[in-house]
């Protein structure tokens, strides 16, 4: 089966802020309570999927979320109108009132876990949205994440749509942000899951600092539920030292595609293991490792610049593209690793800067934002096409951002209701550009 890797970016919602909710994720803590610019926020990331889809890549879009999210606010006990709602939050529990705020659901990567029909027992591409229970914020997203997912993937010929895991810290589940896909050029799969604690064996190695967001529990449960066997599956500790450096998810210190997995030295508990598991269940892949490091660069400039938060595209057969972020050019010792990168004798040929700054401050960057779905032609075909970006969607959107989002958002803001009136006025109109239907509670 020949298969296209489409990458499905969140639009970024209308109340990007910066709370500082992330415990572990470095560049969260540090931006805390600086002043956002959501329409910056919103159009670079509309610039960031023409930018691919300009390169001759399937790009799509996936709808931010409803915020405040008053269902919420109303659940934790704050009660009468909405504008009182948002007071009483604002003024008794304000880190509650921006949880239900954040625009979080934009970092898409965690959206869910995909796997493509090509590895799946019934042949077709199984998703399992992301509990995020680690993070309060982002644990409110999964509801509204698998309805917009079944809008844009809707036929039951081709796609299945799973329940999050249960709730609880056992099964933490973080989707795709660990979880890569490798394959061959006939197209065998084979999926990484890589996980930062097993619940169910707490003497093993966990990190101390910071919170091990994915649990081998919840990757095994994922595994099943899409019907991939041993054969295609290979389960990888994370290195808890590196989570401590504020490694919160995998995708923060490695990336696959094809034949190719790029990574820091540091990233995973067994490298040999991991080596070896990969190399005997895709013996024809001809294998990249691309192994950096820490003389090349430190852990501490990889998170800061996010150079494996990369997206490695191919653009041609034996040619691919790191998509990365304009830290990394700023950033003296990547840059100059990225000059030889491309020099070396692997299928990396070139890297691409992006401008996607307001992201990259909450600890977001070009692969938190985006949720990869490889199909078939037939697949792609039964997709929502109005999520597919075009040229003419791009303008479309823009002009949507630029009628609709403020361009500054400070946490005192978050109470005016006002910006709730804003955002369910701008999303009304989104669901009718994007074909999605009712999704939102306040369409319901
Ligand atoms: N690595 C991947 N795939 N995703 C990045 C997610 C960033 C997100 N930041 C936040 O949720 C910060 C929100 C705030 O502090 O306002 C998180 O920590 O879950």
Request: proline share 5%; hydrophobic share 40%; charged share 20%.
């Amino acid at each position: 089966m020949s298969a296209r890797e489409a990458n499905f970016d969140g639009l970024v919602g209308p109340t990007h802020n910066y709370a500082g909710l992330s415990w572990g994720n470095v560049a969260s803590g540090k931006h805390a309570h600086s002043t956002s610019n959501p329409r910056q926020a919103a159009l670079q990331g509309l610039d960031k999927m023409k930018a691919l889809s300009d390169l001759g890549l399937v790009q799509g879009v996936l709808a931010p979320q409803e915020r405040p999210d008053m269902a919420t606010l109303r659940r934790l006990g704050f009660t009468g109108s909405e504008t009182q709602v948002l007071d009483k939050a604002f003024r008794e529990a304000p880190l509650l009132l921006a949880a239900c705020c954040s625009a979080s659901a934009m970092w898409t990567a965690n959206a869910a876990t995909v796997s493509p029909g090509a590895d799946t027992a019934d042949g077709r591409v199984h998703f399992t949205p992301a509990n995020l229970v680690n993070k309060f914020h982002r644990s409110l997203e999964h509801e509204v994440t698998g309805r917009i997912l079944r809008r844009v993937f809707a036929d039951e010929k081709h796609f299945c749509h799973h329940s999050a895991l249960p709730a609880h810290d056992d099964f933490g589940d973080e989707g795709a942000a660990n979880h890569t896909r490798l394959h061959d050029a006939q197209g065998r799969g084979l999926e990484l899951f890589v996980y930062g604690r097993s619940a169910h064996r707490p003497d093993a190695p966990a990190p101390r600092r910071y919170p091990a967001r994915q649990t081998l529990e919840a990757s095994r449960a994922v595994a099943r539920l899409h019907g991939l066997g041993e054969h295609n599956t290979a389960f990888i500790q994370q290195n808890p030292d590196v989570i401590d450096q504020g490694v919160f998810h995998n995708d923060v210190i490695a990336v696959g595609n094809g034949n190719v997995l790029f990574y820091h030295r540091q990233a995973f508990l067994d490298t040999h293991a991991m080596q070896n598991e990969i190399m005997a269940k895709l013996p024809d892949a001809g294998m990249h490792f691309i192994e950096v490091s820490d003389d090349e660069v430190p852990v501490a400039d990889a998170v800061s610049s996010y150079l494996f938060n990369t997206q490695l595209v191919t653009l041609a057969p034996g040619h691919m593209a790191l998509i990365a972020p304009t830290e990394c050019a700023d950033t003296p010792r990547v840059r100059a690793y990225l000059d030889r990168l491309t020099a070396m004798n692997t299928p990396v040929k070139e890297v691409r800067f992006i401008d996607v700054k307001q992201s990259m401050q909450n600890g977001g960057g070009p692969a938190c934002l985006r949720l990869r779905v490889a199909m078939s032609e037939a697949e792609l075909a039964a997709v929502n096409p109005a999520c597919l970006m075009t040229d003419e969607l791009h303008g479309r959107l823009s002009q949507w951002v630029n009628r609709h989002y403020r361009d500054r958002l400070s946490p005192n803001d978050l109470r005016d209701p006002a910006l709730l009136t804003e955002s369910r006025t701008a999303l009304d109109e989104l669901t009718r550009i994007l074909d999605l239907g009712s999704v939102y509670p306040f369409q319901r």
